[in-house]
């Protein structure tokens, strides 16, 4: 295989291989890193008895997201306040070749699935991602893994309960959660308390992820009350030369809000029965770098 052909060959799998990474970390940069790690290795392996690149390509991302994950997990734990994952501009490339699969890839890379992720096993999340995700066979991702099948079902029953569990049963038309974010955002900038309250559901949570690097709460802040007097708040201090860019992050609609055309924060909502469930606010300044390169 010519290096040439090596090349086009890694960059048509990707997209496939920065899907699988960052649903394992949940990091932009993380899961760019293991990308550029796979590619090292591919580009100096014997790969005349390579016969599925797209598998091969698959095991090496995911062997390296495993023990990268396993790394940062014990970073996160010294995390300052709530942790929510880096931000994903949405783009499946020619990954999900129909609606049905991209809606499938988008739920999977949601933020409250990918929350809900963050508390399986390296491995539980790897067996939960190839097979969920991606629809690979037991028997594939046991040999991913490196795992007897019977091992990999177990881990992926494990998994599936775990998350079914845990994640948010709703399904949100996609222009109904557009306009619900621009309405929420508006009404907050406009200093509308009593329209700010209309949108909320009465057991809202707002999550605000900070790392301690910038200005948002320590804590999950829950009831429509609180949230709303919070956001009623911060719209009263403002944002220095605002702007605001829509954009789609982590299969739904978000809001980038920036501040002299740098970004200062990504509003993204959860919505069940036309009323707002969740706020997430990413305002870690290290995990909006990638946004501000769009």
């Known amino acids: 295989m010519a290096i040439d052909t090596a090349t086009e ?9 920065m899907g ?28 005349s008895e390579v016969r599925e690149p797209r598998g091969y390509l698959v095991r090496i991302a995911t062997r390296l997201a495993v023990d990268r ?22 783009d499946f490339g020619d990954t999900a070749p129909d609606t049905a699969e991209r809606a499938v890839l988008a739920d999977s890379v949601s933020l409250a699935v990918l929350v809900v992720l963050e508390s399986l096993s390296p491995l539980e999340r790897a067996v939960f991602v190839l097979r969920e995700a991606f629809g690979y066979p037991y ?6 893994l ?19 569990e845990r994640r948010p049963r709703y399904e949100v038309d996609p222009a109904e959660r557009r306009d619900l974010t621009e309405r929420f955002l508006a009404a907050a900038a406009e200093g509308d308390l009593e329209g700010l309250m209309s949108l909320l559901a009465p057991d809202v949570r707002l999550i605000g992820d900070s790392g301690g690097l910038s200005k948002a709460p320590l804590r999950v802040i829950e009831t429509a009350d609180k949230v709303g007097r ?9 944002v220095p030369d605002p702007s605001y860019r829509p954009l789609e992050l982590n299969g739904g609609a978000a809001l980038l809000v920036l501040s002299g055309g740098r970004p200062d924060s990504a509003v993204q909502l959860d919505v069940v029965d036309g009323r707002i469930q969740c706020v997430y606010i990413m305002r ?3 995990k909006l770098v990638s946004l501000g390169k769009r």
């Open 230 to 238: 919070f956001m009623y708040a911060v719209a009263q201090k403002g």
């Open 20 to 47: 699988v990474a960052y649903r394992m970390l949940g990091r932009v940069a993380d899961a760019e890193d293991v990308v550029q790690e796979a590619w090292l290795r591919w580009s100096g392996a014997d790969r």
């Open 69 to 90: 994950l396993r790394q940062v997990k014990s970073r996160n734990e010294a995390y300052v306040g709530p942790w929510l994952p880096e931000p994903y501009v949405t």
């Open 146 to 164: 490196d795992r007897g099948e019977p091992a990999v079902r177990q881990l992926a029953g494990r998994a599936r309960r775990h998350v079914e």
């Open 284 to 286: 870690n300044p290290e």
């Open 9 to 17: 060959v890694f960059e048509e799998h990707r997209p496939v291989l």
């Open 139 to 144: 028997a594939d991702i046991a040999a991913v």
